[in-house]
Nanobody, 127 residues
Framework: QVQLVESGGGLVQAGGSLRLSCAAS????????MGWFRQAPGKEREFVAR????????YYADSVKGRFTISRDNAKNTVYLQMNSLKPEDTAVYYC????????????????????WGQGTQVTVSS
């Protein structure tokens, strides 16, 4: 079993930055594909960024490329999401997710492929 706990959300003005953290427990990163999703009010949960299972590759949604960076600290079993140049449309609850499944690039953007989820952290970007 994998437990995920997010932190770092908050209120920021447009153009500002935030860094989210996701601490994993229950097992090491080995074999886990970990990523970030977000859900805005009235919208479906959507993919933001993720690592491959090996941790050697990163993938981003087009809407955040060049602004968000996913990183990890294996020693701390923690994944981060650095968010820069934030826009009001980035406002959402951000969720950390993990899966042990072998997933393709396309499948990695599918919420149904992830078995473990954090409780979410609110990010609000004011204009």
């Amino acid at each position: 079993q994998v437990q995920l706990v997010e932190s770092g959300g908050g209120l920021v003005q447009a153009g500002g930055s935030l860094r989210l953290s996701c601490a994993a427990s229950g097992r090491t990163f080995s074999g886990l594909a970990m990523g970030w999703f977000r859900q805005a009010p009235g919208k479906e949960r959507e993919f933001v960024a993720r690592f491959s299972r090996s941790g050697g590759m990163t993938y981003y949604a087009d809407s955040v490329k060049g602004r968000f960076t996913i990183s990890r600290d294996n020693a701390k079993n923690t994944v981060y999401l650095q968010m820069n140049s934030l826009k009001p449309e980035d406002t959402a609850v951000y969720y950390c997710a993990a899966t042990l499944r072998v997933i393709t690039t396309a499948q990695g953007m599918d919420v149904s492929r992830y078995d473990y989820w954090g409780q979410g952290t609110q990010v609000t970007v004011s204009s």
